[in-house]
């Protein structure tokens, strides 16, 4: 069985409509594509994220990761509003020690947050989209797009921090949860996928930047893709 992750009810209940609702905290049952998966919700942050998918990972039916939701584009012309994306890296760029700016150097404390795959993790997650997807019998689009991962714990909201993130990461979609999940998934040595719809322009608070409806709308035609028979 397949644990699919979503931030927030509202992306859950947009990826699979007529699934059962499920609460933050909440997993439920579902068939999907002539096969069975776990849908949780987690809540928003890497905390709630972390929490959750440590509890429902202790299930020995649970033989693979997928994270699907939203996120922001640090660059609208490699990323469009409204593009599908997934990750083949994910980065958490405020663990370590944090200088005036807010940059973190993630081995200045010499604490490493643990090993995967025979490596120390810092603050950085190689992924194998492909590769994971395959593993678990899922479809990629052919028009999605390979994006790094950022994941913060509060939105960036200026574009001198925004331009920060996305040449100190390589960044090109900012989300909440990413790390957090793909960490989960990789302690556990199981196949990890993130799929995100960019919503926004990372850094800009303009509404015209901003159209998460339609990003909400494009994740059941990802999950239809994913999870095509």
Same mark, same amino acid.
């Given at each position: 069985?397949?644990?699919?992750?979503?931030?927030?009810?509202?992306?859950?209940?947009?990826?699979?409509?007529?699934?059962?609702?499920?609460?933050?905290?909440?997993?439920?049952?579902?068939?999907?594509?002539?096969?069975?998966?776990?849908?949780?919700?987690?809540?928003? =942050?890497?905390?709630?994220?972390? #929490?959750?998918?440590?509890?429902? #990972?202790?299930?020995?039916?649970?033989?693979?990761?997928?994270?699907?939701?939203?996120?922001?584009?640090?660059?609208?012309? =490699?990323?469009?509003?409204?593009?599908?994306?997934?990750?083949?890296?994910?980065?958490?760029?405020?663990?370590?020690?944090?200088? &005036?700016?807010?940059?973190?150097?993630?081995?200045?404390? =010499?604490?490493?947050?643990? &090993?995967?795959?025979?490596?120390?993790?810092?603050?950085?997650?190689?992924?194998?989209?492909?590769?994971?997807?395959?593993?678990?019998?899922?479809? #990629?689009?052919?028009?999605?797009?390979?994006?790094?991962?950022?994941?913060?714990?509060?939105?960036?909201?200026?574009?001198?921090?925004?331009?920060?993130?996305?040449?100190?990461?390589?960044?090109?979609?900012?989300?909440?949860?990413?790390?957090?999940?793909?960490?989960?998934?990789?302690?556990?040595? #199981?196949?990890?996928?993130?799929?995100?719809?960019?919503?926004?322009?990372?850094?800009?608070?303009?509404?015209?930047?901003?159209?998460?409806?339609?990003?909400?709308?494009?994740?059941?035609?990802?999950?239809?893709?994913?999870?095509?028979?």
């Amino acid at each position: 069985m397949l644990l699919v992750l979503t931030a927030t009810a509202n992306e859950m209940r947009a990826a699979f409509p007529e699934a059962p609702a499920v609460a933050q905290g909440e997993t439920a049952g579902y068939e999907v594509g002539g096969r069975s998966v776990l849908l949780g919700v987690t809540g928003v =942050g890497l905390l709630n994220t972390a #929490l959750c998918a440590g509890q429902w #990972l202790a299930r020995p039916d649970v033989v693979g990761v997928v994270d699907l939701g939203i996120a922001g584009g640090y660059d609208l012309g =490699g990323t469009p509003m409204g593009s599908v994306c997934f990750a083949w890296q994910e980065t958490w760029p405020e663990y370590g020690l944090l200088d &005036e700016q807010g940059a973190a150097d993630p081995e200045a404390l =010499g604490f490493a947050q643990g &090993e995967a795959g025979g490596r120390k993790v810092w603050n950085r997650l190689k992924l194998s989209p492909v590769r994971d997807a395959g593993r678990m019998g899922l479809t #990629l689009g052919e028009d999605w797009l390979r994006a790094a991962g950022v994941t913060v714990s509060g939105v960036t909201g200026t574009p001198e921090r925004a331009g920060w993130l996305e040449l100190s990461c390589n960044g090109q979609m900012e989300n909440m949860e990413g790390f957090a999940a793909a960490y989960a998934a990789t302690l556990r040595g #199981l196949p990890f996928l993130e799929v995100r719809t960019i919503s926004n322009l990372v850094g800009s608070r303009e509404p015209g930047d901003w159209n998460l409806k339609g990003a909400l709308r494009s994740l059941h035609d990802v999950a239809t893709t994913l999870f095509a028979a």
